[in-house]
């Protein structure tokens, strides 16, 4: 893509605030109430994954709000149970001594969960998910792969305001939910599963609406300017550049990145740099501009930052010691160099630009796009130097070939400034 890559930085049009649309799928990403989430959990003997042994399983599917099936089963875990997991749980000895081996439950249970497409869920799911790996590799199987989602830390992140603790008794008391957890597989499943569509309800009132926002909940507990992750509703999941401004609509801040809405959304997880902190508590407004690969926006980047030199930009405020990607007008062909100053001397320049690795790079990425010339050679004879390898397999226009004249040149150069 090479469209208007060194038009002058003053005459670029800026994006505008962007107006209210109808957010698409590819926007949401997975919409939640498209995805299937099978909430399980499982009874053991206590102790660590490595130790000890599953002695009961419970699982309900979900979608949309619907119960698709459940699944339950006792299962015999081939040691003793202690008498407090007893007492905690009610199930004995004799309850799982005729009960199948854990071998023999996971191809069904592996079988109800479906693919690695479906969301398992659980309340501490680690614990769920150590025992259940740990028995799935014992028997020469593959981990379970699927994403999951852990209501224990939602909870925390959504309700600690509003009860005493997050343990799931307390949560199913509190909410009134409709199954009543009894540290039975099946029954907290379900409670789990009441809880989940509680929280999905909540954090819609945050801008929840797709999966992967919801897998990133949780991080975002210690930020305390969570509650503006409102202003990043809009923001598609598209390669682009974004503004965060103050409330007087100063740019504090631009960046680039290749999906704008997780990329801005970053900035409230648990990140506890000063610097982003302190950004976060100005921002009033979150403006973006959509490009069409991450080429362009690179070069947006740089030319709104050289443009408005935000306060939070280093490169913005630093601009003199950062290199520039300089092509020569004045000469009868013009070519791509890196350099460190700006000179009046007809050129085009593109920058600043954080390092001359990264200038390198863009170079790299412009000549990719264009048939720019890649060699210094200054005459079109062809027996002047030899002829450069970039020439030889014609992926540039090099006057070192002597086969390009200054007209054709020119073509290429001004497509590459114009677009």
């Given at each position: 893509?090479?469209?208007?890559?060194?038009?002058?930085?003053?005459?670029?049009p800026e994006a505008p605030p962007a107006a209210p649309r109808q957010r698409t799928l590819d926007d949401l990403g997975t919409p939640l109430h498209e995805v299937t989430f099978v909430v399980f959990d499982i009874e053991t003997t206590g102790g660590k994954a490595a130790d000890g042994g599953i002695t009961e399983i419970g699982a309900v599917k979900?979608?949309?709000?619907?119960?698709?099936?459940?699944?339950?089963?006792?299962?015999?875990?081939?040691?003793?149970?202690?008498?407090?997991?007893?007492?905690?749980?009610?199930?004995?000895?004799?309850?799982?001594?005729?009960?199948?081996?854990?071998?023999?439950?996971?191809?069904?249970?592996?079988?109800?969960?479906?693919?690695?497409?479906?969301?398992?869920?659980?309340?501490?799911?680690?614990?769920?998910?150590?025992?259940?790996?740990?028995?799935?590799?014992?028997?020469?199987?593959?981990?379970?792969?699927?994403?999951?989602?852990?209501?224990?830390?939602?909870?925390?992140?959504?309700?600690?305001?509003?009860?005493?603790?997050?343990?799931?008794?307390?949560?199913?008391?509190?909410?009134?939910?409709?199954?009543?957890?009894?540290?039975?597989?099946?029954?907290?499943?379900?409670?789990?599963?009441?809880?989940?569509?509680?929280?999905?309800?909540?954090?819609?009132?945050?801008?929840?609406?797709?999966?992967?926002?919801?897998?990133?909940?949780?991080?975002?507990?210690?930020?305390?300017?969570?509650?503006?992750?409102?202003?990043?509703?809009?923001?598609?999941?598209?390669?682009?550049?974004?503004?965060?401004?103050?409330?007087?609509?100063?740019?504090?801040?631009?960046?680039?990145?290749?999906?704008?809405?997780?990329?801005?959304?970053?900035?409230?997880?648990?990140?506890?740099?000063?610097?982003?902190?302190?950004?976060?508590?100005?921002?009033?407004?979150?403006?973006?501009?959509?490009?069409?690969?991450?080429?362009?926006?690179?070069?947006?980047?740089?030319?709104?930052?050289?443009?408005?030199?935000?306060?939070?930009?280093?490169?913005?405020?630093?601009?003199?010691?950062?290199?520039?990607?300089?092509?020569?007008?004045?000469?009868?062909?013009?070519?791509?160099?890196?350099?460190?100053?700006?000179?009046?001397?007809?050129?085009?320049?593109?920058?600043?630009?954080?390092?001359?690795?990264?200038?390198?790079?863009?170079?790299?990425?412009?000549?990719?796009?264009?048939?720019?010339?890649?060699?210094?050679?200054?005459?079109?004879?062809?027996?002047?130097?030899?002829?450069?390898?970039?020439?030889?397999?014609?992926?540039?226009?090099?006057?070192?070939?002597?086969?390009?004249?200054?007209?054709?040149?020119?073509?290429?150069?001004?497509?590459?400034?114009?677009?």
């Amino acid at each position: 893509m090479t469209e208007h890559l060194f038009a002058a930085p003053q005459t670029t049009p800026e994006a505008p605030p962007a107006a209210p649309r109808q957010r698409t799928l590819d926007d949401l990403g997975t919409p939640l109430h498209e995805v299937t989430f099978v909430v399980f959990d499982i009874e053991t003997t206590g102790g660590k994954a490595a130790d000890g042994g599953i002695t009961e399983i419970g699982a309900v599917k979900l979608r949309g709000g619907d119960c698709l099936g459940t699944y339950q089963t006792l299962v015999n875990p081939g040691r003793a149970i202690p008498p407090e997991i007893t007492v905690l749980t009610g199930i004995t000895e004799q309850m799982v001594y005729r009960a199948p081996r854990i071998e023999a439950i996971l191809p069904s249970f592996l079988d109800f969960v479906g693919g690695d497409d479906t969301v398992l869920v659980g309340h501490n799911i680690r614990y769920d998910l150590s025992f259940t790996n740990a028995a799935l590799e014992r028997d020469g199987r593959d981990r379970l792969a699927n994403r999951s989602v852990d209501t224990l830390p939602l909870a925390r992140r959504l309700l600690r305001d509003e009860v005493p603790n997050c343990k799931l008794g307390t949560l199913a008391d509190r909410l009134r939910l409709s199954h009543t957890p009894s540290h039975r597989a099946l029954d907290d499943a379900l409670a789990t599963g009441d809880l989940l569509h509680v929280l999905i309800e909540r954090a819609g009132a945050m801008g929840v609406v797709g999966l992967d926002d919801l897998l990133a909940l949780p991080t975002m507990a210690g930020n305390p300017q969570a509650s503006k992750l409102r202003l990043t509703d809009r923001l598609p999941r598209k390669p682009g550049v974004y503004l965060f401004r103050n409330r007087s609509g100063d740019v504090l801040y631009i960046g680039k990145a290749s999906n704008l809405r997780s990329r801005v959304r970053s900035y409230f997880s648990t990140d506890e740099r000063r610097k982003v902190g302190q950004l976060l508590r100005e921002t009033h407004r979150i403006d973006h501009q959509v490009c069409r690969n991450g080429l362009e926006a690179a070069v947006l980047e740089l030319r709104l930052i050289h443009r408005h030199l935000p306060r939070f930009n280093a490169q913005g405020t630093r601009s003199s010691s950062y290199p520039y990607v300089k092509l020569t007008l004045n000469e009868r062909f013009p070519r791509l160099s890196v350099v460190r100053k700006v000179a009046d001397d007809g050129a085009l320049y593109l920058g600043p630009i954080s390092s001359a690795r990264r200038a390198r790079r863009l170079i790299e990425a412009i000549e990719t796009a264009s048939p720019v010339r890649r060699c210094t050679a200054t005459s079109t004879s062809r027996t002047a130097k030899p002829v450069c390898t970039a020439a030889q397999i014609g992926v540039a226009a090099c006057p070192c070939s002597g086969h390009t004249s200054e007209d054709d040149y020119a073509r290429i150069v001004a497509d590459l400034v114009d677009g």
